[in-house]
């Protein structure tokens, strides 16, 4: 019996299976595919989603597999992302395909198990865990788990066999996608608001295989049946159609089909069942969000589903998780209809376009936007008080009795860290129950003021317990004054500490 099964092995259900080995969880994940089938739907990660790789001492093997550059852009329109408060103001070009490989390697380094040709056909959950009946090689079989997450994609099996509604908006437009050979390629990509036409609009650029290009096609107002099989003639068809040739294209490597349908699971636990990446969100691929939130899903959840795995914390803990995360793509959703809608041709959004292109001009609008379209301003609800509340940690240089570090060198091993700039004897004495779960450092740090986007500066904390995946739980002001007293600072602490790690050992 593994601690949590999880069912899907992409970039989502691969990050999550290896932050729960980080906590020392048994997991194994399963795969309905045979093997790797190379497609890479998605072709980027953004901002945030790079940091949180570095916050695990892994972004580096991902750099080097893909193409830093400053692009990002709202519905096409460019932003200027460089002056973001982040050590990694880019985004990374890499293909889906690359990044299910390094996350597989990972999480082979870290002890967790991987069963492929293993698809999801039922599931019966009761007090203690879950049942998963599976289909496979070894004909039918049942498996057991504490828990179970559905990592499994758009058309989820895990979300349908839990009951879990997936309400939305319905499709408009028709996109059509392939990796193929091209005769007659064009001289550069087409990429962005050149490849708008009166049809529709395409796109070509490079694939991750040699010799091969990736065409996508978009048409909108019409809807097809999702179930159809994609062709090479219809690719060629809605090629010629929009941009007026099919650049000679032949060879297919692989065809698929999505349009700007965009729904939400109701709920994202369902008792011992949860749900993350598109298993519990698809949309549009305005600005390229799937794999990004998926990744922040999964880094969410992980430490809260280890903690309560380990008997850590309560099942209380997991409700955060929709808590937090439903919102937070709910308004990324928004954003991207948002952006659907402005990429629709014609007259009237071209003239809004060229409005809207004006607006971004405006610092403030940039950076709004770009805070929004890096993923970098999120700020969950864990409380009132200092504006760094559940928002991520800066990435500081900071000199701790070991010597020079970065804060997100601290996160490394996927554990909580309480950093104190101040040395106070009153927060080493309140953490006295956690140091179990809770790593201290106590450390100095030239800031005063800490940099965010879209708010700006703020002043620094003179202590803060950050959460495994980099959001601050609780802040300390710089000097106590008026009603916070050291006694209500540490009962404030205390308090973060038993909500998000449970109770104190020994209690």
Same mark, same amino acid.
């Given at each position: 019996m593994a601690d949590v099964i999880?069912?899907?092995? %992409?970039p989502v259900g691969l990050m999550l299976a290896c932050e729960l080995r980080l906590a020392g969880v048994d997991v194994l994940v399963l795969e309905r595919l045979a093997e790797r089938n190379g497609e890479s739907r998605a072709g980027g990660l953004h901002a945030r989603s790079v940091e949180l790789l570095d916050q695990r001492g892994i972004a580096d093997r991902f750099l080097a597999a893909g193409r830093t550059g400053p692009l990002a852009h709202f519905s096409f329109i460019p932003l200027d992302i460089g002056d973001l408060p982040t050590r990694h103001p880019y985004? $990374?070009?890499?293909?889906?395909?690359r990044v299910e490989r390094l996350l597989e390697e990972r999480a082979i380094e870290l002890g967790v198990r991987l069963r492929r040709s293993a698809e999801v056909i039922g599931l019966r959950q009761d007090g203690t865990g879950v049942e998963v009946q599976i289909a496979g090689v070894r004909g039918t079989e049942r498996l057991r788990a504490g828990y179970l997450v559905g990592c499994d994609g758009?058309?989820?099996?895990?979300?349908?066999?839990? %009951?879990?509604?997936?309400?939305?908006?319905?499709?408009?437009?028709?996109?059509?996608?392939?990796?193929?050979? $091209?005769?007659?390629?064009?001289? %550069?990509?087409?990429?962005g608001a050149e490849s708008r036409r009166e049809h529709g609009s395409f796109m070509i650029f490079d694939s991750d295989r040699p010799d091969t290009h990736r065409v996508i096609t978009m048409e909108f107002d019409k809807v097809t049946d999702r179930d159809a099989p994609v062709t090479l003639e219809a690719l060629r068809l809605a090629c010629i159609k929009i941009a007026g040739t099919d650049f000679g294209m032949h060879s297919p490597h692989w065809l698929s089909s999505f349009s700007d349908a965009a729904r939400q699971a109701d709920r994202y636990r369902e008792g011992r069942v949860l749900l993350a990446g598109d298993a519990a969100h698809i949309h549009f691929p305005s600005s390229g969000q799937g794999m990004n939130l998926g990744l922040q899903d999964a880094v969410n959840l992980g430490w809260k589903l280890a903690a309560v795995a380990r008997g850590q914390a309560t099942e209380e803990l997991l409700d955060s998780y929709?808590?937090?995360?439903? +919102?937070?793509?709910?308004?990324? $959703?928004?954003?991207?209809?948002?952006?659907?809608? $402005?990429?629709?041709?014609?007259a009237q959004t071209d003239a809004l376009r060229e409005v809207f292109g004006a607006l971004v001009e405006?610092?403030?609008t940039n950076r709004y936007l770009g805070g929004v379209c890096t993923q970098l301003d999120i700020r969950y609800p864990v409380g009132d008080g200092h504006p760094a509340l559940g928002r991520r940690m800066p990435d500081l240089d900071i000199k701790t009795p070991s010597g020079q570090t970065r804060a997100f060198e601290l996160l490394h091993a996927a554990r909580p860290v309480l950093l104190d700039f101040t040395g106070r004897p009153d927060l080493r004495a309140a953490l006295e129950g956690w140091t179990d779960r809770v790593d201290l450092v106590e450390a100095e740090c030239q800031d005063d003021h800490w940099t965010y986007p879209?708010?700006?500066?703020? +002043?620094? +904390?003179?202590?803060?317990?950050?959460?495994?995946?980099?959001?601050?739980?609780?802040?300390?002001?710089?000097? +106590?004054?008026?009603?916070?007293?050291?006694?209500?600072?540490?009962a404030a602490l205390t308090s973060a500490l038993t909500r998000w790690f449970g109770p104190a050992q020994g209690r």
């Open positions: 999880i069912a899907g092995a %992409g985004a $990374l070009a890499i293909h889906q395909s758009g058309r989820s099996a895990v979300r349908k066999l839990a %009951g879990i509604g997936y309400p939305g908006t319905p499709a408009t437009v028709t996109a059509l996608m392939g990796d193929v050979k $091209l005769t007659d390629p064009p001289p %550069g990509i087409v990429f929709h808590a937090e995360r439903h +919102p937070a793509t709910e308004r990324m $959703l928004g954003s991207i209809r948002a952006q659907t809608a $402005l990429w629709r041709p014609g405006f610092e403030d879209v708010i700006g500066d703020v +002043p620094a +904390p003179a202590a803060v317990l950050i959460r495994p995946d980099g959001h601050v739980a609780w802040a300390a002001p710089t000097a +106590p004054a008026g009603s916070a007293t050291p006694e209500t600072t540490t």
